[in-house]
């Protein structure tokens, strides 16, 4: 299986709206007619945060199960919900998590400062600590194993990676690991070559990783993680631009580059058959 791609799709994000994108999707049946499109161009997985109808963020297990129902009506694509969170209290997605048991949950693996600058005005667009301590990812995984869903590990920066071994020890993390590598947040790891070896180097044998850039630099590292052997993720809550530089008329056509750009280098997407058994989810 070592030359197929799983294509990831990030729907939604949290922070993104319709004043940035005009295509990005809110309700549960625009995020589902988004998905659908999505794996019509290739992908097979989707990572979606809930949104309320007016785009706002929500942890609502209500909304997450219109969701899933949504989707599964029109794609049989690989759900992966998120579970990030400003919150130490993570009742919410323990709660959603548990009662619509998505196959994936994205899992985030340490405390960062989370930031944006804008060069132009000089100054912090937003700037915020995100906190992810060892007892909250512990209560989430903990959620996760209880439901039968998979964590996608997602590592900022090379002590998140590092931190797996005590939840290993403990047995809280289980064999095979799914990772992803967010490159292009201010505060993470930096976006480069060296980078991103270097969280492909930490992990244990027999595990799976993505990579996931952040604004432009997306396709420069997606072009590194598909030579290096790895998955990607696309989608307008990493980026709303195709390389050409225009904006993107939806989830669909930034799945459509990472198709070509993944038989571009000889390797082929997985289908969902065969990313399930990528990722050990039979």
């Known amino acids: 299986m070592s030359d197929k791609v799983i294509i990831t799709c990030a729907l939604t994000g949290v ?21 659908k499109r999505a794996y019509d161009a290739g992908a097979t997985v989707v990572h979606i945060h809930a949104r ?6 929500t942890f609502r297990t209500e909304v997450f199960e219109a969701i899933r129902n949504e989707v599964r009506e029109r794609c049989p694509i690989i759900l992966n919900f998120s579970t990030g969170s400003m919150s130490d209290d993570t009742s919410p997605q323990e709660e959603y998590i548990r009662k619509t048991k998505p196959e994936i949950a994205a899992l985030n693996m340490g405390t960062m400062n989370y930031a944006k600058y804008s060069e132009k005005r000089k ?4 700037d915020m600590v995100f906190p992810n301590t060892f ?12 439901a039968g869903v998979k964590p996608e590990l997602e590592c900022f920066d090379s002590g998140h990676t590092n931190s797996i071994w005590p939840l290993l020890d403990m047995g809280a993390l289980k064999t095979p690991i799914q990772f992803s590598f967010i490159l ?5 790891i930096p976006t480069s070559v060296e980078a991103l070896q270097l969280q492909k180097n930490q992990i244990p044998a027999g595990s799976t990783w993505e990579v996931i850039g952040i604004g432009k630099i997306q396709w420069r590292l997606i072009a590194t993680a598909l030579v290096l052997g790895g998955n990607i993720r ?10 050409s530089g225009a904006m993107a008329k939806g989830n669909a056509e930034l799945v459509e580059k990472a ?6 280098v000889g390797r082929e ?14």
């Open 135 to 146: 007892t909250k990812i512990s209560k989430l995984l903990g959620a996760m194993n209880e």
């Open 269 to 282: 997407p997985a289908s969902v058959e065969e990313a399930r058994k990528m990722l050990s989810l039979d």
């Open 234 to 243: 696309v989608g307008l809550e990493d980026n709303f631009y195709l390389p």
């Open 15 to 35: 922070l993104a709206n319709r004043d940035q994108c005009p295509a990005i999707p809110y309700t549960p049946v625009e995020i589902a007619e988004e998905a």
């Open 184 to 188: 292009g947040v201010m505060g993470g």
């Open 259 to 264: 198709v070509q750009m993944t038989r571009d």
């Open 123 to 126: 100054t912090f667009v937003f």
């Open 52 to 57: 309320e109808d007016d785009g706002s963020p």
